[in-house]
């Protein structure tokens, strides 16, 4: 009796300890598959925000011979009394409250409209999102052509009304820059959003819709009660995607436009840009882009909360 109870006694510390080792290689193995992202993580984001908290209070220039000096808040001082500082700040704005509601608006009819289930609606869905796999720089330049004095658009305005109503320079024209750029991207990026609004309507039960037109609900009622519940948190990831995005305008005014006419293109990204590479004021645009990620940051938390969802 003593030699049979004896046994399972001796196996239980090496049974454990086979545990203990297979969970030490698990971590190991996991460890090992996450390193290269948290290295990226690091060098990428942690290292350049570190560095451009850290340059923010300095006099550092690109190329300089003098080192770096610390001078406090002597650049945040400039900046908020920088005209043109405020001036893109507006204009990002701008940009961002007619682009955020206008692209999720319109991606949201598109998807709603390829979501049917007819013959050839995977044509329309690729037709939609080629724009998205197009370089944004090509696109830029492509419709830089198109918004010429004598480019297509004018010659189609042109056309419609028989010449009797011109075109405008569009990127030539402050009171037109702006729009022009805001059009062009939402038609650019909406084809991505469909995508993802899309993905959200087909996670919604079909039961749902059945039991809606059983009730005899109308289909604004049903997109009401039904459709618009359901994509709660496609609807919050939308939002702040687009939103990040809008904020981050560049490469369209960099390659359109060059932050003109009379600054009415110039947004934040695009002068921290110009003031750190082409101005090589290095420090100061450290200290715009310090500023950018706190706005950026502020706007998320704020659409984050106000989106959440509620008990």
Same mark, same amino acid.
């Given at each position: ?8 006694? *001796? ?11 297979? *969970? ?49 808040? #002597? ?14 700040? *507006?204009?990002?704005?701008?940009? +961002? ?11 949201? %009819? ?26 944004? %720089? ?64 087909? =996670? ?14 109308? =289909? ?14 496609? *609807? ?50 450290? +200290? ?15 659409? #984050? ?7």
């Amino acid at each position: 009796m003593t030699t049979k109870t004896a046994a399972p006694q *001796r196996l239980r510390p090496v049974r454990r300890t086979r545990t203990n080792n297979a *969970r030490r290689r698990e971590s190991l193995t996991a460890l090992g598959m996450a390193t290269p992202a948290v290295v990226l993580l690091i060098v990428f984001l942690v290292v350049p925000v570190a560095l451009a908290f850290a340059l923010a209070f300095t006099d550092a220039r690109l190329i300089s011979p003098t080192p770096a000096r610390f001078v406090g808040l #002597r650049n945040f001082t400039q900046l908020f009394t920088d005209p043109v500082f405020y001036k893109s700040l *507006r204009n990002t704005i701008y940009f +961002a409250v007619v682009v955020v509601p206008l692209q999720a608006g319109l991606a949201l %009819v598109l998807a709603l409209l390829v979501n049917a289930k007819v013959r050839g609606i995977n044509f329309f869905r690729t037709v939609y999102f080629l724009p998205v796999v197009t370089s944004m %720089v090509v696109v830029s330049l492509l419709w830089t052509f198109l918004y010429r004095q004598d480019g297509l658009v004018n010659n189609i305005i042109s056309t419609l009304t028989r010449g009797h109503f011109q075109g405008p320079d569009w990127l030539g024209d402050p009171a037109t820059a702006m729009p022009a750029i805001i059009l062009m991207s939402v038609w650019q990026g909406v084809g991505f959003h469909m995508i993802i609004w899309l993905a959200g309507l087909q =996670t919604i039960p079909a039961e749902l819709y059945e039991a809606a037109e059983l009730d005899g609900a109308t =289909t604004w009622q049903r997109f009401r009660h039904v459709t618009w519940p359901g994509l709660r948190s496609t *609807r919050t990831f939308v939002l702040v995607t687009i939103t990040i995005a809008a904020f981050s305008l560049f490469t369209q005014i960099r390659v359109m436009t060059q932050g003109g006419p009379l600054d009415s293109t110039t947004t934040v990204v695009f002068q921290a840009v110009r003031t750190g590479y082409d101005q090589q004021q290095t420090a100061y645009a450290a +200290a715009i882009s310090l500023i950018f990620f706190v706005l950026v940051l502020t706007v998320s938390l704020v659409q #984050r909360f106000l989106t959440r969802e509620k008990d």
